[in-house]
């Protein structure tokens, strides 16, 4: 399910007018399917010009497939999608405002920082080579030494300010941060930071993770995919203050589910444990509501779309409860 629900209003790309309320991204429906297998399944979502998006869920869920055709590089099996008013395709002028800087890190390892930044001089019609060897020399990363000899932490660098010099308005980032230690992570995700915060909302990211603890610092708007589906899609601090723990007595929860969305239940012993997407005020007393952390409401979306055997290890976490009604 997504946050806003698919949007029936999705123009074609001629008439979608440019300006700050169009969204960077609208996709409805997009699916992918190779052969037998359904890579993506009606996936409809909407990410805000100006923001840092978490692209979340386990692996094969279909976030690499999601990210390739916002990027142009496949074509969807049904559905459509909107990429800065375009449609997504293999063409320089939409290509001009999309970077893509996928986790292998695209460096020619005997080639130089000094060299990249040459062949992108020629390759971009935008290009700013001298943000390159700003940000490289403010980070102290040699602008010629070849990138083969560089650490991980610094070739994940020279990587995103190349994508940045080409001054694009959409930058897919396909878990770039995975391999790298948390010092390297913590850069990383500063130079994305302020990167975003000078463009002054001509900037939007989408950046795929598993590692939420990081992204939970730089993301505002969330898409969780788990099973091929879109399982969230908003606002960040919004599905936090929808969803919320609820620790009470473990008995039926037929009336609960009536009221509101029960994503994820354990019980221990006469302990209930569950989280819940709240659709209206909380009326049943037994119950004490506590708040969410985006680990936890991560977690309990892709346990709800997991096999069983997977869904009990991330199960919502049992809480202590006083036994008082609040």
């Not at 119950?287 to 892709?302: K, N, P, R, S, T």
Request: with cysteine; net charge neutral; glycine share 10%.
């Amino acid at each position: 399910m997504s946050g806003d629900g698919p949007d029936r209003t999705l123009r074609p790309a001629a008439e979608a007018g440019p300006g700050p309320a169009a969204p960077a991204v609208r996709t409805e429906g997009l699916t992918k399917r190779y052969r037998r297998v359904t890579a993506l399944d009606n996936c409809s979502v909407t990410v805000p010009q100006g923001s840092i998006c978490a692209l979340v869920g386990p692996n094969g869920a279909g976030k690499t497939t999601l990210l390739r055709m916002l990027a142009g590089l496949a074509a969807p099996t049904a559905g459509r999608a909107a990429v800065l008013g375009a449609v997504p395709r293999q063409d320089p002028e939409f290509l001009a405002g999309v970077g893509f800087l996928a986790q292998e890190m695209p460096l020619y390892r005997r080639m130089t920082a000094e060299d990249h930044i040459g062949i992108g001089a020629h390759l971009n019609t935008r290009w700013d080579g001298g943000s390159v060897r700003d940000r490289l020399r403010a980070l102290g990363i040699p602008l010629d030494r070849a990138t083969g000899t560089l650490s991980g932490g610094q070739r994940a660098q020279v990587a995103l300010a190349l994508v940045l010099a080409k001054r694009p308005r959409l930058l897919l980032l396909d878990e770039p941060v995975a391999a790298l230690d948390p010092l390297a992570r913590r850069h990383f995700l500063a130079t994305l930071t302020e990167a975003v915060a000078a463009a002054e909302g001509d900037l939007t990211v989408v950046l795929s993770s598993h590692l939420v603890a990081d992204i939970e610092r730089v993301c505002d708007h969330l898409i969780l995919l788990a099973a091929a589906r879109v399982q969230l899609c908003g606002d960040t601090d919004d599905l936090l203050a929808g969803h919320k723990v609820l620790v009470g007595p473990g008995k039926d929860t037929a009336a609960l589910r009536r009221a509101h969305t029960v994503v994820q239940e354990s019980t221990v012993g006469r302990h209930a444990t569950l989280l819940v997407r709240l659709d209206g005020p909380l009326l049943d007393p037994d119950y004490q509501a506590e708040d969410v952390g985006l680990e936890e409401l991560v977690l309990g979306y892709m346990g709800a779309a997991a096999p069983a055997a997977y869904a009990a290890l991330t199960a919502v976490p049992a809480r202590e409860t006083t036994g008082e009604p609040r």
